[in-house]
């Protein structure tokens, strides 16, 4: 049986070739994919940004480790994601402009993808106008907004307002997310919901729907 501290050291260390080889031992071994992630790979990811903060880590640290982390990601995926059932309802999701950090959406993506949303992943440095475009010509029930800097926090902000100058606002429904964000700081900007991970936003999305 995989020791989940084994693999998120691997994450640490930005070992891409030793993450992925546990990664599939630990699938192999029966383990919730869900538990590789959080208990794994997330949890390694969050040393990562710690040792980033004291000065032990540099940015190319922080890289090696999100490659490693997206890699493991890929053989995830579709153990999570279900095909072929009803969809629950619709979500458009992306990470603000301004930011580059895709791995907590991505992970939020795959989340409710396996438990039944129909997603459509817009990326990365999404510019308020594009989440404004998306939601006029795609209609989803939900848009989803992800930040991981206090700084493009308030761009979260900026999409909202867009989506109401635009007569859009109250066609769908707005989740944030992203470790800054708060439940305080969601309601200040006007969002519908707050979730702190990737698990929280699937009942938190239901909720939503009232399913
Ligand atoms: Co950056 N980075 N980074 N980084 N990075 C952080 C966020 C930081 C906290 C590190 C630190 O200082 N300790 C810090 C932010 C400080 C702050 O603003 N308070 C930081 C910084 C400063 C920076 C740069 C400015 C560094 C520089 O250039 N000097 C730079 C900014 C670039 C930019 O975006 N413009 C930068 C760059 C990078 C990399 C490119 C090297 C890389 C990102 C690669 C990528 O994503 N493709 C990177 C990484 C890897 C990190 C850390 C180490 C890890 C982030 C991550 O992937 N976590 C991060 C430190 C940390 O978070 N502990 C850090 C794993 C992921 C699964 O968790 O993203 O939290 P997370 O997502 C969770 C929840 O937050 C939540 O659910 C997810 C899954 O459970 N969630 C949602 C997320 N979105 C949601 C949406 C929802 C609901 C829940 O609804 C829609």
Redesign the pocket.
């Known amino acids: 049986m995989v020791d989940l501290s084994t693999l998120s050291r691997a994450i640490e260390e930005g070992n891409r070739e030793k993450t992925v080889q546990l990664t599939a031992e630990a699938l192999s071994d029966g383990t919730n994919p869900q538990d590789i ?2 208990r794994g ?2 949890a390694g ?9 004291s000065g032990e ?1 540099f ?5 090696m ?3 490693a ?2 890699a493991a990601l890929e053989i995830l995926a579709p153990m999570l994601e279900k095909t072929g059932i009803p969809t629950l309802g619709k ?1 458009v ?1 992306g ?1 603000v402009e ?11 993506a795959t ?1 409710l993808r396996g438990s039944g949303f129909e997603v459509r992943d817009l990326g ?2 999404v510019s308020a106008r594009r989440f404004v475009d998306e939601v006029r010509e795609q209609r989803p029930d ?12 308030p761009a979260m902000g900026n999409v909202i307002k867009a989506l109401q100058a635009a007569g859009l606002r109250s066609g769908v429904k707005v ?7 708060t439940q305080d700081y969601a309601n200040y900007i006007g969002a519908d ?9 699937i009942p ?2 239901k909720g939503l729907l009232g399913k």
């Open positions: 992630i959080t790979l997330q990811m969050g040393a990562v940004g710690e040792k980033f903060s880590y940015l190319p640290d922080m890289l480790a999100a490659r982390m997206k979500v999701i990470t301004g930011d580059m950090h895709d791995i907590g959406k991505n992970v939020v989340f990365s440095n939900i848009l989803g907004l992800s930040a991981l800097l206090t700084t493009t926090m989740i944030v997310g992203g470790a800054p964000v919901a707050y979730a702190h991970d990737g698990g929280k936003a938190v999305c």
